[in-house]
């Protein structure tokens, strides 16, 4: 199986997989763990662990997280990498939304560097400045 696991401070994870589930159905083998204010990694292991408890090490698993860098990331992939799950694991820092989307779209399609590939190029798309115009003629 092909695994998407989405880890951030607070309730950002959850909340995409929410935003997910609205726009693809729920997809189970696509994960969210918070490190929830006022907890600590000790904390965010164990749900780390609880989570990945039935994957194994022929499934592929794409890990990203909020923050490159950040406790959340940094300490999934130490405890994917305990559990023996590191050979299959690709990892994105500064997930949103259109990251998330397309990868859970295509985790079952492309793999490794493909995967990443299309991913970041929606990822980055998905960013972009709108302007306001008013239009300042009156209807008479």
Same mark, same amino acid.
């Given at each position: 199986?092909?695994?998407?696991?989405?880890?951030?401070?607070?309730?950002?994870?959850?909340?995409?997989?929410?935003?997910?589930? $609205?726009?693809?159905? /729920?997809?189970?083998?696509?994960?969210?763990?918070?490190? !929830?204010?006022?907890?600590?990694?000790?904390?965010?292991?164990?749900?780390?662990? !609880?989570?990945?408890? /039935?994957?194994?090490? !022929?499934?592929?698993?794409?890990?990203?997280?909020?923050?490159?860098?950040?406790?959340?990331?940094?300490?999934? $992939?130490?405890?994917?990498?305990?559990?023996?799950?590191?050979?299959?694991?690709?990892?994105?820092?500064?997930?949103?939304?259109?990251?998330?989307?397309?990868?859970?779209?295509?985790?079952?399609?492309?793999?490794?560097?493909?995967?990443? /590939?299309?991913?970041?190029?929606?990822?980055?798309?998905?960013?972009?400045?709108?302007?306001?115009?008013?239009?300042? !003629?009156?209807?008479?």
């Amino acid at each position: 199986m092909n695994y998407l696991i989405m880890v951030s401070h607070g309730q950002f994870a959850s909340g995409l997989k929410n935003a997910l589930t $609205m726009l693809v159905g /729920d997809k189970k083998e696509c994960l969210a763990i918070g490190l !929830e204010d006022g907890k600590g990694i000790d904390d965010f292991t164990i749900l780390m662990k !609880e989570a990945i408890c /039935d994957i194994h090490p !022929e499934d592929a698993v794409v890990l990203v997280g909020d923050l490159i860098g950040g406790s959340p990331l940094t300490t999934a $992939m130490s405890i994917l990498s305990e559990h023996g799950l590191s050979q299959n694991l690709v990892v994105i820092g500064g997930m949103n939304l259109p990251l998330v989307l397309t990868t859970a779209l295509m985790k079952d399609t492309y793999h490794g560097q493909e995967l990443v /590939d299309q991913v970041l190029q929606e990822a980055s798309a998905g960013l972009r400045q709108f302007s306001f115009v008013v239009d300042e !003629e009156e209807d008479i």
